[in-house]
Nanobody
Framework: VQLQASGGGTVQAGGSLRLSCVASGGTFSRYTVAWFRQAPGKEREFVATISYSRATDYADSVKGRSTISRDNAKNTVYLQMNNLKPEDTAVYYC???????????????????WGQGTLVTVSS
């Protein structure tokens, strides 16, 4: 499956963005999809994930400010991010996997397919 992430941009602190991850080439509805992010000089970190059954999980850093959702008819997963903070500045990547087990859903190494990343910059 191929993934295309989009929706990044530059916003002021307190603003909102909606990231999109469009998939092609696979049975998208069967995949667990996640968002990870990597800030300059830092390791890639988990942001949120949604399973094929629409179970969701969020990193504590974004919980309450972000919502992950999916539209299988459009082969798309969304990450709505509100009340953005400067520390949310990073390149955001979407990732997908079909055979992921629940205990691995926050582990980037468990995902086989990755999009190219979209840059989110939050100014103070």
């Amino acid at each position: 499956v191929q993934l295309q992430a989009s929706g990044g941009g530059t916003v002021q602190a307190g603003g909102s963005l909606r990231l999109s991850c469009v998939a092609s080439g696979g049975t998208f509805s069967r995949y667990t999809v996640a968002w990870f992010r990597q800030a300059p000089g830092k390791e890639r970190e988990f942001v949120a994930t949604i399973s094929y059954s629409r179970a969701t999980d969020y990193a504590d850093s974004v919980k309450g400010r972000s919502t992950i959702s999916r539209d299988n008819a459009k082969n798309t997963v969304y990450l709505q991010m509100n009340n953005l903070k400067p520390e949310d500045t990073a390149v955001y990547y979407c990732a997908a996997d079909r055979t992921l087990i629940v205990s691995s859903r926050r582990n980037s190494e468990a995902y086989d397919y990755w999009g190219q990343g979209t840059l989110v910059t939050v100014s103070s």
